[in-house]
């Protein structure tokens, strides 16, 4: 049935097509010879402004006060966060390269209004929808959010209730908490089931502990008193909900203070694993605790019983933490549901600090309400020229890496035969992975939605349920797909990213993140290899850091290593371990925490590395002239900088890293599994040799250190 068009439409496509054609026709019969010079003197000449225009960029992200040697991010970054775009960011976390979402949401702008791409593609009615929503998302009150808006009560009413609005009409024999946590993940909404989804088949959920609060993370030292960032952020939030539903001064202070009392608890029960979801399940394990009865319930309400609790085994649930989360939950039922309440408004807030926002949040609320649809739109126009040079920038990290592995002194004879197997194995995937029987599916979900005549609001709980249920859409309809299935994020060529598949043995380069800072066709070599360079050499490392070294050619887990060669590996790892410990986070009195971190830190250094070998190769080769070639080296310089091309290669691979915090950022990302952004570029700097030479760096110096962990 989705295969069959409608004669209207197929002559409305051949339409367009003859008039497409008749255009071209008629533009290479206009042109003559001298037309097509000046049209190449013109790309040439707008070539040349670009390029200082975007050098020009590129400097006033930098501190020139800061030693190159004593902190190169701080060089390369240190005035970033006062020139950087003002727009809405859905991530709390402000970084330049993720900031390719604004040049992203400036396309989805464009084809909000491309009927004809529409028309063309078979997406009318569902480009409609979006058109529906985007209107009605600009005429709704957005700053300050409405949180008493009738539709978000009903809604919370109906999972669970909101015992600081509703006093006594509000049951807690009735209340289950895990319920209520359950209902709210059909709406993105994690709740005290952080629930995330499995990239293999079948596709099923998996866990980690929550993260408790609302605008700031909270820990049990960050609360401790009442002045704290943390205390101070989630009190204001939680007093703007609740004032908009007229409680007094005092009924807003004792629900607060519930709720606060309610964390402390909570906190001391993750605290005694010090928050780490496996260490709590090996406690779980080792303490015989059975699994939690409830989750078979929260399988009902999130998955209408597709999976059960049996599907994944007791090692997915940490039963220790829910056997003693249940206690305290039974204790501070009412702070419980009022924290859970105000959390679904918080997914429903716009969280904008000013209306000149209004207009980029909606536009980032209709792209990630319908993702797929724009990005069968946006794919439409994927240059194909830009796929070769990505193509070709892939090929010359892979020849590099060959080398490497063929090369490095410690690997026995049979491991490295296998790790080359593994190499040759590695396919590439550039703008997407295609499945359109799959995409075009998920695009005619948007036609269940009901949004005429509706509020934004209710419109907006629509839009959230759809959103979860697309990205459940692999678990819901498993039985109807093969076990070699790719997961849903493959197909979605319009996201900031580039990620290494273990299963597949695959690399994937999305379209999304062809953008500056990461990537230029225009850009002289020097800074493509530091910046998309950089991210293809740190996804390729990942099939040889300490999980990918665990995945055979095959993709299946199996043990390729030799005892010596292993171990060897291993204590090249730690090396990593102990570097990134000593990072302190002086906003938050915390270290980076090495383990954690440990394989983007490995990938970070092998991908940096990677890519400069593999640019100083890519330049002896260019034309058969020799590396010193004074002609080349020119083109390989950004106007405006005076920097040498492996100096702009560096300082590429740094800015694509440039970021601002506050400190609650620091807490949510520490809890991550890549390091934050400063210390990832000054230990990956601090722990390569070429660095050190290309900027002239001392022995001893901060980003020249005595000692360096390196494993390939």
Request: one cysteine or more; charged letters at 25%.
């Amino acid at each position: 049935m989705f295969l069959v068009m409608s004669h209207l439409r197929v002559s409305m496509l051949w339409g367009l097509i003859y008039i497409l054609v008749g255009f071209y026709i008629l533009d290479c019969k206009a042109k003559s010879v001298g037309d097509t010079n000046n049209s190449e003197n013109a790309i040439k000449d707008d070539s040349v402004e670009y390029l200082k225009s975007y050098g020009e960029k590129m400097r006033s992200y930098m501190n020139f006060s800061v030693e190159p040697c004593v902190d190169f991010y701080e060089y390369a970054c240190g005035n970033w966060k006062n020139v950087r775009q003002d727009r809405f960011h859905s991530n709390h976390r402000k970084n330049n390269v993720m900031d390719i979402v604004f040049t992203l949401r400036d396309e989805v702008e464009k084809l909000l209004t491309n009927t004809m791409l529409a028309q063309a593609l078979n997406v009318s009615s569902e480009l409609l929808v979006a058109q529906q929503f985007y209107n009605t998302c600009l005429s709704a009150v957005v700053f300050p959010f409405p949180a008493a808006d009738p539709a978000y009560l009903e809604l919370i009413r109906s999972v669970g209730g909101f015992p600081a609005v509703d006093g006594l009409a509000w049951n807690a024999s009735s209340f289950s908490w895990f319920n209520m946590s359950a209902h709210l993940t059909n709406f993105g909404v994690k709740g005290l089931i952080n629930e995330f989804i499995m990239s293999q088949y079948p596709f099923g959920p998996y866990f980690k502990l929550p993260e408790l609060g609302l605008d700031h993370i909270v820990q049990t030292d960050n609360i401790a008193n009442n002045s704290s960032r943390a205390y101070k952020l989630n009190e204001n939030r939680m007093q703007r909900y609740l004032q908009a539903y007229n409680l007094t001064e005092g009924q807003i202070s004792e629900v607060i203070a519930g709720v606060f009392d309610f964390w402390r608890d909570a906190l001391a029960v993750a605290d005694k694993f010090d928050g780490d979801f496996e260490k709590c399940i090996i406690i779980s394990e080792d303490k015989n605790v059975p699994k939690y009865d409830q989750w078979d319930s929260y399988y009902d309400i999130a998955w209408n019983g597709v999976f059960d609790s049996n599907w994944f085994g007791n090692k997915e649930y940490c039963s220790y933490y829910y056997e003693l989360l249940e206690k305290v939950c039974l204790k501070h039922p009412e702070a419980v549901a009022n924290y859970l309440a105000m959390l679904l408004l918080y997914k429903m807030d716009a969280g904008l600090k000013d209306e000149k926002y209004h207009k980029d949040y909606c536009l980032s609320t209709v792209q990630s309400g319908f993702e797929y649809l724009f990005d069968k739109l946006y794919m439409a126009h994927f240059k194909d020229r830009t796929r070769s040079e990505v193509a070709d920038i892939i090929q010359e990290l892979r020849n590099n890496q060959r080398k490497m592995l063929e090369k490095v002194e410690w690997l026995d004879p049979e491991t490295r035969q296998e790790a080359l197997l593994k190499e040759s194995s590695i396919e590439s995937v550039i703008g997407n992975y295609k499945n359109y029987k799959v995409t075009d599916r998920l695009i005619q979900e948007i036609n269940g939605l009901e949004l005429e005549d509706r509020s934004y609001s209710q419109s907006m709980i629509q839009i959230q349920k759809l959103v979860t249920h697309v990205s459940r859409f692999g678990g819901l309809h498993h039985e109807e797909l093969q076990e070699d299935a790719k997961p849903l994020r493959v197909f979605l060529g319009m996201q900031v990213n580039a990620f290494y598949n273990n299963l597949d043995s695959s690399i994937y380069v999305m379209a999304g993140i062809l953008h500056p800072p990461a990537y230029h066709p225009d850009w002289p070599n020097s800074l493509k290899f530091g910046t998309l360079g950089y991210l293809v050499g740190h996804e390729l490392t990942h099939g040889f850091d300490t999980t990918g070294a665990m995945f055979n050619s095959n993709g299946y887990l199996r043990n390729w290593w030799s005892k010596k060669s292993r171990a060897v590996f291993e204590e090249r790892a730690m090396c990593f371990v102990d570097h990134y410990d000593r990072y302190l986070i002086p906003e938050i009195n915390r270290h980076i925490n090495g383990k954690e971190t440990q394989d983007e830190n490995i990938a970070d250094s092998g991908g940096l590395q990677g890519a400069f070998d593999a640019y100083r190769n890519h330049m002896k080769q260019l034309k058969n002239i020799s590396y010193e070639d004074n002609d080349i080296l020119k083109s390989e310089q950004m106007p405006g900088l005076d920097l040498s091309p492996e100096q702009l290669f560096f300082l590429g691979f740094a800015q694509t890293m440039c970021a601002d915090f506050e400190e609650e950022h620091y807490w949510e990302e520490l809890a991550k599994e890549h390091t934050i952004d400063k210390y990832r570029v000054l230990g990956a700097i601090s722990n390569n040799h070429d660095f050190s030479q290309v900027y002239n760096c001392p022995s001893g110096s901060p980003m020249n250190p005595q000692n360096s962990c390196r494993i390939w």
